[in-house]
């Protein structure tokens, strides 16, 4: 069973930079994707950015150009570079790690219930 515990969160003003990671047990990289996503109060989850087990990458729109996800297969470690933060990006930041494939349009809408997740590390961005 894939365990994922992020960490990485915190305050910071806007234009700053955080860098989240997510280490995952139970897990190979062969056949995976992984994922960030975020919920902002009131708001519905939404996809950050993606990698599958090939390398390839998917970004959301909003985030295209600040933030860079990438993984190290020997750390079984996943993590996201966020760099020109906005208040707008405040939320509750999610790793999952789901099969190649098992999303409905893009690697950033995965079946929810075919993934695993993480606990969630919170990011906050002031003005």
């Known amino acids: 069973q894939v365990h994922l515990v992020e960490s990485g969160g915190g305050w910071v003003q806007a234009g700053g930079s955080l860098r989240l990671s997510c280490a995952a047990t139970?897990?190979?990289?062969?056949?995976?994707?992984m994922g960030w996503f975020r919920r902002a109060p009131g708001k519905e989850r939404e996809g950050v950015a993606a990698?599958?087990?090939?390398?390839?990458?998917t970004y959301a729109d909003f985030v295209k150009g600040r933030f860079t996800i990438s993984k190290d297969n020997a750390k079984n470690t996943l993590y996201l570079q966020m760099n020109s933060l906005k208040p707008e990006d405040t939320a509750m930041y999610y790793c999952?790690?789901?099969?190649?494939?098992?999303?409905?349009?893009?690697?950033?809408?995965?079946?929810?219930?075919?993934?695993?997740w993480g606990q969630g590390t919170q990011v906050t961005v002031s003005s």
């Open positions: 990698i599958d087990s090939d390398g390839s990458t």
């Open positions: 139970g897990y190979t990289s062969s056949g995976y994707c």
């Open positions: 999952a790690a789901y099969l190649t494939g098992s999303w409905r349009r893009t690697p950033l809408d995965p079946v929810a219930e075919f993934a695993s």
